[in-house]
């Protein structure tokens, strides 16, 4: 085998072990983004800008639009009933025309409650469920 033909096999394998783990390795999870307003259409409720959302990171930007102060939690489990409190991540309290930012992580397909926890507000019917694919 010459040099110049050794050189090209070399070449050749580089390539091939560059582009077979990037071939199968696989695509990165894009993060969901869901705006969500607190106190609106009614002050005891949520509306969330999707339902459904693809297993992964979860970005929730949550304005409180209401006249009174509300947070944003969402239940670390999947269920399907929804309660009045559940272990989760959640916002600190949102005072009317603020906002705040919650990234929480749905590895599993199924619904996730979410709810304000400020007393008596998920009673009234400040929670819901979020569709995880």
Known sequence: MTKHARI???????????AVPTALAK???????????????????FKLSTKTVAHGSVTFTVTNGG??????KVCTRPTTTKADTCTGKGTHLIVPGSKATLV???????????LCTVPGHATAGMKGLLKVT
């Open 27 to 45: 695509p990165a999870r894009t993060t969901a983004a869901v705006s969500v307003t607190a106190g609106k259409p009614s002050e005891f409720s």
């Open 104 to 114: 929480v992580a749905l590895a599993k397909a199924g619904s996730y409650e979410y």
């Open 8 to 18: 090209s096999l070399l070449a050749l394998a580089a390539l091939v072990l560059v």
């Open 67 to 72: 006249t009174v102060p509300h947070d944003f």
